[in-house]
């Protein structure tokens, strides 16, 4: 875990979206958390959603016409205003069913899905924002206890027997194959979990960003229970 004085200097907390959207990152500072605790049956929107893919992606007028419980319909309310207001400040959020996500099977020494711990990258200044208002929930980890994959020597060893070409070449090929955007933890590293219902906005690496961007990973899932994330 990590300790309260870390906590601070990595994450501000905030009571409302207005603040959520606006706070600014700097330094070590590169999160921003809206806790709440919120009301309803999530659950139930996943029981009555038709999800047959392994994500399954609910649209506004798929959430409505669900027909759900008075705790069913709390929940909804609150789904359908974080999804208007991300809209009105110009977001595109997406409402995912995760059953789970795809595994990297073509890189097996350095897997590059999002279960590994990785930052999001952009051409274009902007933020990642989630919320998980059902199951396993992601976590993250302070950069000051991580390691960028590719510095370790064992492992960039290990990309370049996979690889045949010049050093400008395998420069593209770490980025080409987003092997630049995973770390591994050190040892002993305090990890922060991001809780169930909680508003979150993550720092991105992107070419006008002046801080680093947010360490995290997606969580794996429970045996037999969905996720039901919010993210853009």
């Known amino acids: 875990m990590i300790s309260s004085f870390h906590r601070e200097k990595l994450i501000h907390e905030v009571t409302n979206f207005h ?12 999160a921003v958390c809206w806790k709440r605790e919120l009301k309803g049956d999530f659950s139930e929107i996943i ?4 999800t047959t893919e392994n994500i399954t992606i609910l649209n506004k007028e798929q959430l409505l016409q669900l027909e759900l ?31 789970y996500y795809e595994r990297d099977e073509e890189h097996p020494f350095f897997p590059t899905d999002v279960y590994s711990f990785h930052v999001d990258r952009s051409p274009i200044p902007t933020d990642t924002i989630l919320c998980t ?28 027997k996979h690889f045949t070409g010049t050093d400008e070449e395998f420069k593209s090929y ?50 037999g229970e969905s996720r039901l994330l919010l993210i853009c």
Do not use: M
Request: glycine share 4%; net charge negative; with cysteine.
């Open 19 to 30: 603040d959520l959207l606006s706070t600014p990152f700097y330094e070590e500072l590169n």
């Open 47 to 50: 029981k009555k959603a038709e």
């Open 69 to 99: 419980s008075e705790e069913g319909q709390l929940a909804r309310d609150i789904i359908l205003n974080d999804l208007q207001v991300l809209k009105e400040h110009g977001a595109s959020p997406s409402l995912n069913i995760i059953k």
């Open 133 to 160: 208002y059902y199951g396993a929930s992601s976590d993250i980890l302070p950069n000051a206890h991580a390691e960028q994959k590719i510095l370790v020597p064992e492992i960039r060893n290990e990309l370049k």
């Open 174 to 223: 770490i980025i080409d194959n987003f092997f630049d955007l995973h770390y591994q933890a050190k040892p002993n590293a305090p990890l922060l979990n991001l809780g169930i219902g909680n508003l979150w906005r993550l720092a991105v690496d992107h070419p006008e960003s002046q801080i680093l961007p947010c360490i995290h990973r997606a969580p794996k899932e429970k045996a």
